[in-house]
């Protein structure tokens, strides 16, 4: 039944469903005095046809077959987002830093780096008139927060243009769901890079789309590619790749892994230094 939220709370809106029918009746059964104006003989006639149609086309449904999708839903998301401009002029650092705010000016090493709230980036600029712009989660918001560093110099003195924009690289994560046999997966394809003394994740790059993940053994992969829809190709890209090589969970092991658990707890080091001290006294 459908509801909506008026003044008093919520009401249910009878439209003609089956419980709707059901009230109408006990409602009339209870004021069977007053007697029925032609107005509420007509609404109940309607009601009772819409309530037999759905009913009967109901029941012609029923023998339909229900199709329900089974793929897995893999959410990716975005951590960052490297942009970069110019403003076509020369930029006095230490100008900046005198009267700018929210700024840290690095001398030795020639750059300057200016932080916004909303949105929440970071920008590090060079004298050449170079700005380069991190921390975005989207390119929409990228592109807005590289515009707000251009007009902020614009309001110090600076005489700026904003060219030459684009975005350089795009951090994304997303978990499988299931772990990753990498060992194997190394094993067989050429294009993966494994070195566990080095790092704990496979390298695995891919050419079409230009993008580079980082593959590990809990289902976690990271993925630096060039845009944001690069990330989404590479990801359905080695989705099939690593589903070859997934763990399966096994309810036995889960089973004994907290057994253990819990009885490593019951036996805990505490335990044994309170009946040392209790056996001393």
Known sequence: ?????????????????????EMNKLSSGVAHEMPASNETLCQMKSEQVCSDDFQGGYQNNAGLPVVISDEPEVDIVINNVVCSFSVRCHLNLRQIALT???????RENGM??????????????????????????????????????ARRLQHLGFKTRFTNYRVVNVLGTCSMPFAIKITLFSEKHREAEYE????????YKLKNPKATLKIFSTGSITV????????????????PLVYEFRKEKIKSEDVSLLKEISRKRK???????????????
């Open 196 to 203: 566990p003394e080095l790092h704990p994740g496979v390298t």
């Open 1 to 21: 039944m459908a509801t909506i939220l008026q003044g008093n709370g919520m009401k249910p809106l009878q439209n003609g469903s089956y419980s709707a029918l």
């Open 224 to 239: 630096t590619a060039p845009s944001v829809l690069d990330v989404q190709r590479a990801i359905e890209t080695i989705y």
């Open 267 to 281: 036996h805990s080091p505490c335990d044994d230094e309170q009946s040392d001290d209790s056996s001393g006294y």
């Open 112 to 149: 300057l780096t200016m932080k916004l709230r909303r949105p929440y980036t970071t920008a590090s600029m060079w004298s050449s008139g170079k700005v380069t712009c991190t921390g975005a989660t989207s390119e929409e918001m990228s592109h807005v927060a590289a515009r707000r560093f």
């Open 100 to 106: 700018g705010c929210h700024v840290e000016y690095r």
